[in-house]
């Protein structure tokens, strides 16, 4: 969160709520990985919470650091990976799910590219004014690679897929990125994972339309665009 330590474990703890109340709605295992998201993203607030509280101490150094890893692994490593994976195991149709794979694999790349980042490239977080600043020294030659595979895995899958109001998802992160990059290019790590909360009720409200479906016995799946038959027209001599 961008703003207090206050901030974020209030965060922190209503997405556990939020998360709480959407795994409740999980009837399939093939749901579990997709309902965990607002208890991840509740783990990663909690996680910058301790940042804000331990960044002003020097004495707390080993916290800053590990804390700081850990927030990164979650922004840059576990969401392009988590996010097509759980979209995926949603999947029934063959189609759909050989795209996905396409997806997963966009995001397995990026995810270990920033993986061994992290191991190999010095990181560092500070407290700006209102904000934490995320300092990366990663490669920026593979810099505009690595965003456009973040974009698929994490923005493009919710897109592809057919399941009712999945695309709510794809939007939620969507715009919570563009408002991030617009307003807080500096420090759009820190503020993108800040609108964590809107992206976790896409998800609960997703969930509960599966739920609801599932209940009802009806198809999660919206109703396939029409087709629509182009006839030749032959020419009269």
């Not at 490669?139 to 690595?146: A, C, E, I, M, T």
């Amino acid at each position: 969160m961008c703003f207090s330590a206050t901030a974020s474990f209030s965060a922190g703890v209503v997405l556990a709520i939020i998360g709480v109340a959407t795994f409740k709605k999980v009837k399939h295992s093939s749901q579990i990985m997709f309902a965990a998201i607002p208890l991840i993203f509740a783990v990663q607030q909690s996680a910058e919470g301790v940042l804000w509280l331990s960044l002003p101490n020097p004495a707390y150094l080993a916290t800053q650091v590990s804390f700081t890893y850990i927030f990164l692994f979650f922004a840059q490593v576990v969401w392009p990976i988590w996010v097509p994976v759980a979209i995926l195991l949603l999947e029934e149709e063959a189609g759909r799910k050989r795209m996905g794979r396409y997806l997963v694999a966009a995001g397995l790349i990026v995810g270990v590219y920033f993986a061994w980042c992290l191991i190999k490239y010095p990181v560092k977080a500070d407290i700006v004014g209102y904000h934490i600043a995320y300092k990366l020294d990663f490669p920026p030659s593979l810099r505009k690679y690595g965003i456009v595979l973040y974009a698929l895995a994490t923005v493009v899958s919710p897109f592809f897929s057919p399941i009712k109001r999945i695309w709510m998802l794809g939007l939620a992160i969507l715009i919570s990125y563009i408002i991030s990059a617009m307003f807080y290019e500096h420090y759009i790590l820190s503020v993108w994972c800040f609108f964590a909360s809107i992206i976790s009720i896409a998800v609960y409200a997703i969930m509960t339309e599966m739920d609801r479906n599932y209940t009802a016995g009806k198809s999660l799946y919206a109703a396939p665009m029409p087709v629509f038959k182009v006839q030749k027209l032959k020419n009269k001599k």
